[in-house]
């Protein structure tokens, strides 16, 4: 399952949530668009879900209510029954930035270079 919005998508494979937020998404949409998307793919993939896999490439700094925004998503996550961990891939200050920021309650937080390394690593908790 997929939902996308402008310059940023979501979508649910083997058990990771994988969330790709392109360089001119606004920042608002965290907000409008993105959590009530993520909402629905919990709603029909709670059980299923075992990690979550965000590729960041936006280049606007984020504001308090966006971390607002993401930590009530990762809130909702730790209470999902087989969730165990949250990969992140940035580049640049974003990467440096985020990785000091951002958390999981009761999973596993990894940050990565490549977004392909962190998938895996976020379905099968190893990387090769």
Known sequence: MKKEGENWSLTYEEGVVIGEFGE???LEA??????????????????DIVATADYVRISDPFSRDIF????AAARESAMLPNYERAALTAEGIKA???RGKL???????????????????ARTGRVE
């Open 96 to 98: 440096i930035s985020l």
């Open 24 to 26: 001119e998404m606004k």
């Open 68 to 71: 607002d925004v993401w930590e």
């Open 30 to 47: 965290f907000e409008e668009e993105v959590y009530p998307a993520f909402e629905d793919l919990l709603a029909v993939y709670e059980r």
């Open 103 to 121: 958390s999981v309650p009761g999973a596993e937080f990894r940050a990565f270079d490549d977004h392909e390394t962190a998938i895996e690593w």
